[in-house]
């Protein structure tokens, strides 16, 4: 087990590694710089040079990736050039409120998704598998960009029933949850109907029936739990989608998260809050993957890697 | 299975009920009796300011916050003409000398005093190179010298006669006066989060990417305000913006997408208004790269381009018909300056007579977003210049990129060969002919066509060292002709802003900057 967690640890220093560069030189492929930005509309040439100079900007990018590089891993995210304030500040402030969305969204992803998904293969080809399968496609399909803006007519405009956007209670985050979180679930709502399909006509569920178990012990005791690994697997790989949708969505609900920081600082050339911003994000994707690696350990004992 | 299916339906149900009371009717407004005291103002904009420092106020919004909550020595009426704020009155003894004097008795925000010391602190600050003011040179660079005469009474002389400098205190953030005690507390670094100044509303707090909020100052020197709390709301969409009006959550939105906003006409409970603002689209076309420093062929663009056409379909007739280069909100307008009217053959005509009869490939670089209706206009103009054999590729992008891509990287090294741009007045037509059309300002300085020509240069210096009105305005008038002939750039139309508010919502001050100003405003209770 332990050189299991040691190889997994490496893939992600080296994961993280090959993002934060690949950030790095994508950023500056974008014209203009934070230069361009902040002077806006008028300045006198001298003072845009002088600020470059300050900024550091007008050194080679492989030097500015190496000193970037050398204070990261001094945990040092450096500065932001639009208000001298540590990034790191800036995503303190603005974090939990992305991870609040993105949770949230799981939450609904996972509870509607593995319901649906369960129900329509306890019943398969009926009218509700029909239907919750018609709609996970739906799902998949719909852009968050477009669920997103008719959730607010629908239940903000029309009903008054939630807020428009904005945050502060639970009701503010209803909408956003649901926009991402639907759009995921059915993704998740046709895996579960897959795995529990094929956990459901194995032996051992055979065996259980035969035994007199009670249907629902049946399917939730032991279809469900040999099924798990499956799901488990997509629910992870969802995180990123979820986390993406996240984004979009705090632009479209005027969620104050890191989403809407990213895209401000893209648009302002704000290269050390783009950076640090966006490692953050790659590294929250992966040791989420990295802990449910570590789950699928304890899920299913079969999977005790050794050397 | 069924447990997991009733709880959802049952979440359902619950949504449903507690959105069951049928939408908010609209109330007809019976005339009021007067403003009413109280509430909490929601204005809704798209933009976040960069910092509340109004000395590096850059971007678009920064000076929005800082006039909120702070006064200059003067400011400007929407009519564009300049009245007394901070300083009750003021003579101009010689062009290059003005004596202000200050309102007694007012204070700022942490109650320490506006007084002739405190404004000397704040330009002094100002143009320190501590404190990196990128605005400071190009803006009230012919500021030469602030000293206190008395406790109420600042002489501030010029480095040479500047017609345009009282216009520009009016209008600069980096113009106001805000509290010297703050600024030495909080030190460049932070100020720009925790400002003081001697506005209507007094900062409270600024929360990174949702929202600014300020309370109404009781010591006001107009009056206190009618409503008790202002916050600006930072939504980045549009249509969220549109929705929040349509709630109730916001009362005020500012930029609205063009389509939405003509629906808001029929409502009963919004009224929309398309403020002009102090601002004329351009096509510029880079003056001296091939084909366009041939003035034949920028004039055959100016031909081939239908304004008044794309004036009334593609903007809906929201944006209003321009006379010049300058505005129509600035009082050196010119109604009866020249125009290029729309006439296809004449354009191919001169296409012709500058030895291109098939016309030129080309690029036009335009934004997406930042002017109403900017990426339809832009997509029409090509379908025009197509029709004189003008084949126009279309890019844009981003603020960012759309502005270094008309800067260029050199004053002698262009960008764009063709591109959309808006340009205002800043308090004085100066700050738009001049920064625009004068030679010295080739690139980053403000001329990104690269125009030349010695004659507008002489006549928009002329204009500066003006004082009187009259005799500017006629040498504005001039350059402007010279400026039309040479077709350094095609105008398009005056600028307006698409906003949108309760109609419980009265006085509101609106313009001529892009800022609207709430001193006034009350809500209907």
């Known amino acids: 087990m332990r050189s299991y967690v040691l190889g997994r640890v490496l893939v992600l220093a080296a994961v993280l590694f090959g993002t934060s560069a690949v950030v790095f030189w994508t950023v500056r492929l974008l014209p203009g710089d934070p230069v361009d930005y902040l002077v806006a509309e008028v300045a006198t040439p001298e003072f845009v040079q002088n600020l470059r100079a300050e900024l550091g900007l007008d050194r080679p990018v492989l030097v500015q990736y190496g000193v970037w590089l050398g204070n990261v891993l001094q945990a040092d995210l450096g500065r932001s050039i639009t208000d001298r304030k540590p990034v790191i500040r800036h995503i303190a402030d603005r974090y939990p409120q992305t991870m609040t969305l993105t949770l949230a969204s799981m939450l609904v992803a996972t509870l509607v998704g593995v319901a649906a998904g369960i129900l329509s293969a306890t019943k398969p080809y009926s009218w509700f598998d029909n239907a919750s399968m018609l709609a996970a496609l739906l799902g998949v399909a719909v852009p968050v960009f477009w669920l997103g803006p008719i959730f607010i007519l629908i239940f903000a405009v029309q009903l008054r029933a939630l807020p428009a956007a904005g945050s502060g209670g639970v009701e503010y985050l209803v909408l956003p949850a649901l926009t991402v979180g639907l759009a995921s679930a059915g993704l998740i709502a046709r895996m579960t109907r897959s795995a529990m399909l094929e956990t459901l006509s194995q032996d051992y569920v055979r065996t259980a029936r035969a035994k007199g178990l009670r249907e629902r012990f049946v399917v939730l005791r032991h279809a469900f739990r040999n099924a798990l690994l499956p799901i488990v697997t997509i629910v992870a790989l969802q995180t990123g989608f979820l986390m993406g949708g996240a984004v979009i969505a705090e632009v479209i609900f005027a969620w104050p998260g890191i989403g809407l920081l990213i895209v401000e600082s893209i648009y302002r050339r704000d290269y050390p809050m783009v950076q640090g911003t966006l490692l953050v994000f790659a590294a929250t994707f992966a040791f989420i993957n990295f802990a449910i690696d570590l789950l699928y350990g304890v899920l299913d004992p079969r999977i005790r890697y050794s050397a | ?525």
């Not at chain 2, 400007?76 to 008795?105: N, Q, V």
């Not at chain 2, 625009?436 to 002329?462: I, M």
Request: with cysteine.
């Open chain 2, 1 to 525: 299975m069924r447990k997991g299916l009733a709880l959802l339906a049952a979440m359902l149900v619950l949504v449903a009920a507690c959105g069951s009371a049928a939408p908010a009717g609209g109330q007809t407004t019976t005339a009021p009796a007067g403003p009413t005291k109280g509430g909490d103002l929601v204005v809704v904009t798209g933009h976040e300011p960069q910092t509340l420092d109004h000395h590096l106020a850059t971007g678009v919004y920064d000076g929005y916050m800082s006039f909120t909550l702070s006064n200059g020595l003067v400011r400007t009426k929407p009519d564009g003409t300049i009245e007394p704020a901070l300083a009750e009155r003021w003579e101009i003894p010689d062009p290059m000398t003005y004596i202000f004097h200050l309102r007694k008795g007012v204070t700022f925000h942490d109650g320490t005093k506006v007084d002739a010391a405190a404004v000397k602190f704040n330009f002094d600050r100002l143009f320190d190179p501590a404190t990196k003011s990128s605005r400071a040179q190009p803006r009230l660079g012919a500021l030469k010298n602030v000293t206190v005469i008395d406790d109420s009474t600042v002489k501030v002389t010029t480095k040479f006669p500047f017609g345009p400098f009282l216009g520009s205190l009016a209008i600069e953030p980096i113009a106001v006066i805000e509290s010297p005690d703050a600024m030495k507390k909080a030190g460049v670094a932070d100020y720009g989060t925790r400002p003081v100044g001697s506005g209507a509303f007094i900062f409270q707090e600024w929360v990174q990417g949702d929202r600014v909020v300020f309370k109404a100052n009781d010591k006001y020197w107009g009056g206190r305000p009618n409503i008790d709390t202002l916050t600006f709301k930072i939504v980045k969409d549009p249509s969220t913006r549109l929705s929040l009006l349509q709630t109730g959550a916001a009362h005020f939105a500012v930029e609205l997408n063009p389509p939405d906003f003509i629906n808001l006409q029929s409502s009963k409970e919004i009224q929309t208004t398309a403020a002009p603002f102090d601002n004329t689209l351009f096509i510029e076309m880079s003056n001296i790269q091939a084909p366009f420093d041939n003035p034949l062929v920028r004039q055959a663009v100016c031909y081939a381009i239908d304004k008044e056409a794309i004036r009334k379909t593609v903007l809906q007739g929201l944006a209003k018909d321009g006379y010049g280069i300058l505005p129509t909100t600035t009082w050196a307008k010119n109604t009866e300056a020249e125009r290029y009217s729309y006439n296809e053959a004449k354009a191919k005509d001169l296409l012709n007579r500058a030895g291109l009869p098939n016309g030129f490939t080309t690029t036009f670089w335009h934004p997406t977003g930042r002017y109403s209706g900017d990426a339809q206009v832009a997509q029409a103009v090509q379908g025009y210049l197509r029709k004189v054999g003008i084949q126009a590729e279309l890019k844009t992008g981003d603020l960012t990129s759309w502005a270094s891509a008309m800067r260029g990287t050199a004053p002698d090294k262009p960008g764009a060969p063709m591109y959309m741009r808006g340009w205002g007045v800043s308090g004085d037509p100066d700050s738009q002919i001049y920064v625009l059309y004068h030679s010295k300002n080739w690139g980053l300085a403000g001329n990104y066509a690269r125009y030349k020509n010695t004659k507008v240069d002489d006549l928009l210096e002329k204009a500066r060292l003006e004082t009187t009105q009259e005799a500017r305005k006629n040498l504005y008038k001039e350059a402007e002709a010279q400026i039309t002939k040479d077709a350094a750039a095609c105008t398009l139309y005056d600028n307006v802003r698409l906003l949108a508010y309760t109609k419980k919502l009265h006085d509101v001050r609106i313009g001529p900057l892009e800022y609207q100003f709430f001193e006034t405003a009350w809500l209907d209770r």
